[in-house]
C-alpha cells in the first residue's frame, strides 16, 4: 500500500485535465493560492451519479447527486508538505489565526517538514487550509452529498449499505481507526476504486457548514420549534445507520478554523 | 493514538442544538446577544477538536503592532474574496476595512426573517443616531436571484442609506468561506428558500469579529455597548 501511494505521489504532472475543475472563489478564496495546473487524472476516480437519502437533511426525500471526481485517497502528509512549499501563508506559524486554530500541523516535525509516516493522511488542518489545498491542486472539497454517496459503496455494490453486513463492517471500521501513521490505501477499495472511504480519519466536506438537520419549526410557533429541538435524532433517515450518525454529529461540532487529530481531508472535482 | 470515538457519542446531541440558532422564514423571536468567544454563539465547545480556546482580541484589551497592509490575525479581512457591491462596484471584502461593520447574510426573497433582521440593523442605526464610523453590510446567500441591480433596488426601497449600508453579491464558494468566518449556517432548498442562521455580526475596522448578536428581534443593548465601546 505504501508503494501505492508512493506511485501516486511519484506520478509526472504531465497528465493535463482538459479542464480546470471546479477551483471556486472569486481570487481562490482564503488567500493567493498558486494554481499547479495539472492534476494526475489516476490519482482521481470517476463516481456516477445517482440518488440517496442524506441521513439528515432538512428535506424528505432522495438527493440527486451529479457525476463526479473524487480522490482514490485522502491527501496525504507529503502532498500537503508540497502545498505549503508553494504557498508560504499555510505554513505552520504563518497561517493567520482567522483560518486555523493553534492545532494546525501541530505534530509536525518543522514547518515545512511532517516527519512521521509520509503516506499517511495529513491531519490536523483546518477547512480553510482544506479549501485552499485543493484550490492549488485544481481541484476543490467534495460536498457533503458526493462523499455520503461515494461512501456508501463496498468494494462491488455501489450501495453496499443495503446489505446490514456490510452496514456492520463499516461501523466496526469506524469505531476502530488504526490511527495517525496509517498509510493511505489501507482500508477497502470501493467499487468506485475508492479508498479509506471509513476507518482511516474523519474527512472535511465543502459545505460542513450547512444546515444537515431538518427544520420542523417551518411555519409553526417556539413551541414547535422546541419539541423539535428536543425531538434529537428523530430526523435520521435510517437508524441504524449509526456510522452516518456519527458522521454527522462529528461535523456538526467543526468550525472553519477547526484542527484535530482525526481529521483529513481528499478532494473532488467535476467531471471533465 | 488513542481512539476518538467517545467524541461524537458526547457530541451527539449537537446537531438538534444547532437548529436553536436556525430558522426557516418563519420561525421563533427571543434573540438574545453573544460574545463572539461564547461557547453558546457556536456549540462546538463540547468537541474535542484541539486547541478551541481563543478570543477575538476586544480593543484595549490586546492593540496588536500590525504590519501594514497586512490584518490582524484573527480578521475576516484575510480572505481574499471579491465582491459586488449595490452600486455595480467590484469590492474586494477588506474594503470593508476601516470601519466597524454590522454584518447580515440574508437572502432577499425572505418573505420574513431577513426584512426583521434588516429592521433589527436599522434599529441599531437609529440608536447610533446614523453615525458615519459603523457600517451595515447586507450578504446575500441567494447570488442567483439577488443579482447587484436587485439589491440597489431593495436598498432603495428600504430606504438604506448608501452612506452607510453595502450589499453584497458573489460567488457560491465565496458566500461559503464568509458564512464559516462568521459561524453562521445555511442551506438552500429544494423549493428555493433557505434555513440560515438569524445572526448579525459586529465587526471591528480590523475585521475582527467581537460580538454577535443572535435571533430576531433581539434586545440590541448589548450589541450597542460593544459598537460603542470600540469607536469610542
Given at each position: 500500500m505504501r508503494a501505492l501511494a508512493a506511485l501516486v505521489l511519484a506520478l509526472p504532472l504531465a497528465l493535463p485535465l482538459a479542464a480546470q475543475a471546479g477551483g471556486e472563489g472569486s481570487g481562490g478564496g482564503a488567500g493567493a493560492i498558486r494554481a499547479v495546473p495539472a492534476v494526475p487524472v489516476s490519482a482521481m476516480a470517476v463516481v456516477p451519479g445517482g440518488s440517496y437519502t442524506p441521513l439528515?437533511?432538512?428535506?424528505?426525500g432522495a438527493v440527486t447527486v451529479g457525476s463526479f471526481r473524487m480522490d482514490r485517497h485522502p491527501v496525504t502528509r507529503a502532498d500537503f508538505a508540497r502545498f505549503v512549499a508553494d504557498n508560504e501563508r499555510w505554513r505552520r506559524g504563518a497561517v493567520p489565526a482567522v483560518f486555523a486554530d493553534q492545532g494546525y500541523l501541530a505534530d509536525w516535525r518543522r514547518d515545512l517538514e511532517p516527519g512521521g509516516e509520509p503516506a499517511a493522511p495529513v491531519t490536523h488542518v483546518s477547512w480553510f487550509a482544506a479549501r485552499a489545498y485543493c484550490a492549488w491542486a485544481g481541484k476543490r472539497l467534495p460536498t457533503v452529498d458526493e462523499w455520503e454517496f461515494a461512501a456508501r459503496a463496498d468494494e462491488t455494490r455501489t450501495d453496499g449499505l443495503a446489505d446490514p453486513a456490510h452496514k456492520a463492517r463499516i461501523l466496526q471500521l469506524t469505531m476502530r481507526r488504526p490511527g495517525a501513521g496509517t498509510p493511505v490505501g489501507s482500508v477497502f477499495r470501493n467499487r468506485?476504486?475508492?479508498?479509506?472511504?471509513?476507518?482511516?480519519v474523519w474527512e472535511w466536506v465543502r459545505d460542513f457548514n450547512t444546515v444537515t438537520a431538518a427544520d420542523d419549526s417551518r411555519g409553526g410557533d417556539r413551541k414547535d420549534a422546541q419539541l423539535y429541538c428536543a425531538a434529537g435524532a428523530d430526523g435520521a433517515t435510517d437508524r441504524e445507520d449509526y456510522a452516518a450518525f456519527l458522521r454527522y454529529a462529528f461535523r456538526s461540532t467543526l468550525k472553519g478554523r477547526s484542527t484535530s487529530g482525526v481529521l483529513g481531508f481528499r478532494c473532488a472535482a467535476d467531471v471533465p | 493514538m488513542t481512539m476518538m470515538v467517545g467524541v461524537p457519542l458526547r457530541t451527539a446531541w449537537l446537531p438538534a442544538v444547532l437548529l436553536t440558532a436556525l430558522t426557516g422564514c418563519s420561525a421563533a423571536d427571543a434573540g438574545q446577544g453573544t460574545p463572539a468567544d461564547d461557547p453558546t454563539a457556536h456549540p462546538a465547545h463540547a468537541a474535542h477538536i484541539a486547541h478551541e480556546a481563543h478570543a477575538p482580541h476586544p480593543h484595549g484589551v490586546a492593540d496588536e503592532v500590525v504590519a501594514a497592509g497586512e490584518p490582524a490575525d484573527f480578521s475576516i479581512y484575510h480572505a481574499h474574496s471579491v465582491w459586488t457591491d449595490q452600486h455595480g462596484e467590484r469590492r474586494p471584502l477588506g474594503s470593508l476595512s476601516g470601519r466597524v461593520q454590522v454584518v447580515g447574510m440574508v437572502y432577499?426573497?425572505?418573505?420574513?426573517?431577513c426584512p426583521r433582521m434588516v429592521l433589527d440593523m436599522k434599529r441599531i442605526e437609529d440608536e447610533l443616531s446614523h453615525r458615519a464610523d459603523v457600517g451595515f453590510v447586507l450578504v446575500s446567500i441567494d447570488p442567483e436571484r439577488d443579482s447587484p441591480a436587485r439589491l440597489a433596488e431593495y436598498a432603495a426601497g428600504a430606504g438604506l442609506d448608501p452612506d452607510r449600508w453595502t450589499l453584497l453579491h458573489g460567488d457560491d464558494g465565496d458566500i461559503l468561506e464568509l458564512a464559516a468566518l462568521l459561524g453562521i449556517q445555511y442551506r438552500r432548498m429544494a423549493n428555493g428558500e433557505f434555513i440560515h442562521s438569524n445572526l448579525l455580526t459586529v465587526l471591528d475596522a480590523d475585521g475582527q469579529v467581537v460580538f454577535r448578536q443572535m435571533g430576531l428581534g433581539a434586545n440590541p443593548a448589548a450589541t450597542l455597548g460593544v459598537v460603542r465601546s470600540i469607536t469610542g
Open positions: 439528515y437533511s432538512p428535506e424528505a468506485y476504486g475508492i479508498h479509506d472511504m471509513h476507518g482511516l | 432577499l426573497s425572505c418573505a420574513y426573517a
